[in-house]
Nanobody, 127 residues
Framework: QVQLVESGGGLVQAGGSLRLSCAAS????????MGWFRQPPGNEREFVAA????????YYADSVKGRFTISRDNTKNTVYLQMNSLKPEDTAVYYC????????????????????WGQGTQVTVSS
């Protein structure tokens, strides 16, 4: 089992920045690809960004490309999501997710590809 805890959400004005963190605990000796998803009010959970086990490969939703950056520090068992140039449409609950994998370079973008989820952190962007 892996436990994921997100932090760093909050209220920010449009154009501002936030950095989300996701700390993993438990069976962190295993190998996990990581992802960030979000769920806007009244909508389904959607993909935001993903990183491979090594962190060497990343992938983004078109809606956040060029504004968000996913990174990971495997020495701290933590993955980050740096969000710049935030827009009101970025308002959502943000979730991190982990998927066990033996592939160093693989990343995943579908909700059903992930094994573990955090509890979510609210991000609200005001106009």
């Amino acid at each position: 089992q892996v436990q994921l805890v997100e932090s760093g959400g909050g209220l920010v004005q449009a154009g501002g920045s936030l950095r989300l963190s996701c700390a993993a605990s438990g069976r962190t000796g295993s190998r996990y690809a990581m992802g960030w998803f979000r769920q806007p009010p009244g909508n389904e959970r959607e993909f935001v960004a993903a990183t491979s086990l090594s962190g060497g490969r990343t992938y983004y939703a078109d809606s956040v490309k060029g504004r968000f950056t996913i990174s990971r520090d495997n020495t701290k068992n933590t993955v980050y999501l740096q969000m710049n140039s935030l827009k009101p449409e970025d308002t959502a609950v943000y979730y991190c997710a982990a998927r066990g994998t033996s592939s160093i370079g693989s990343y995943y973008s579908r909700v059903n590809e992930y094994d573990y989820w955090g509890q979510g952190t609210q991000v609200t962007v005001s106009s």
